[in-house]
């Protein structure tokens, strides 16, 4: 099974004025656009079916939509509250082990996806892995998902990303 950490797309400013619930702060226009970019280079790295799990803030859901879009994707992003900012990672490894499929996408948070990444890997949530925005890295496990099982495959930042994607077309 590969999971693939990827961090949500920049969003705007906190604001308590504009968004009083900081879950409702969306991605900017401009980070739609490096998202959807950073999304169609990990769709040239990544061909195989996947499953997509998100938080439900919406600049991650967002995020998760446009993933569903470049990685073709038929089933909608499963919610998952555990990916909520200071959610448990020991939940979301619970809910990858009772899935059946090869390939999962997580879209999340820092600095939970980086605690998340170190407890994968080193099975210690302190060894963090930090991810930038629209920033992703694959983890591969030899069977199963279990903390301290996964093999780091690569980290690429969302400028290696997008250049991934090739040449972008101007509409």
Same mark, same amino acid.
């Given at each position: 099974m590969w999971v693939y950490l990827f %961090?949500?797309? +920049? &969003?705007? @400013? $906190?604001? #308590?004025?504009?968004?009083?619930?900081?879950?409702q702060r969306p991605l900017t226009a401009r980070g739609e656009r490096k998202t959807t970019r950073a999304a169609r280079g990990l769709a $040239? =790295?990544?061909?195989? +079916? &996947? @499953? =997509?799990?998100t938080s439900p803030l919406? %600049?991650?859901a967002r995020t998760a939509t446009i993933l569903q879009q470049s990685l073709n994707v038929v089933r909608p992003p499963q919610i998952a509250e555990e990916l909520s +900012?200071?959610?448990? +990672? @020991?939940k =979301?490894?619970?809910r990858l082990q009772r899935w059946?499929?090869?390939v999962a996408v997580v879209v999340g948070h820092e600095p939970d996806l980086g605690r998340l990444a170190g407890l994968l890997l080193f099975g210690d949530p302190e060894g963090t892995l930090p991810l930038k925005k629209s920033g992703c890295c694959a983890i591969a496990f030899e069977d199963a998902v279990h903390a301290g #099982?996964? $093999? =780091?495959?690569?980290?690429?930042?969302p400028r290696l990303l997008r250049r991934a994607a090739g040449k972008a077309v101007r509409a």
């Open positions: %961090r949500h797309g +920049p &969003a705007g @400013q $906190r604001d #308590a004025e504009r968004w009083p619930d900081d879950g $040239r =790295l990544e061909r195989r +079916p &996947a @499953q =997509l799990f919406e %600049r991650s +900012p200071g959610g448990s +990672p @020991q =979301l490894i619970a059946n499929g090869e #099982a996964g $093999r =780091l495959v690569w980290l690429l930042s």
